[in-house]
């Protein structure tokens, strides 16, 4: 059970990190 916890956390974390990314990149091409 502990697993499936860290890898829904670590899904979770990548997904926050696109969704960063995709944010940062559209700030710098509307600059």
Known sequence: M???IGFR???TA???I???V???WRT???T
């Open 28 to 30: 710098g091409e509307a």
């Open 9 to 11: 956390m670590r899904t």
């Open 2 to 4: 502990g697993k499936k």
């Open 14 to 16: 990548q997904l926050l």
């Open 22 to 24: 995709n944010v940062v």
């Open 18 to 20: 696109l969704i960063i």
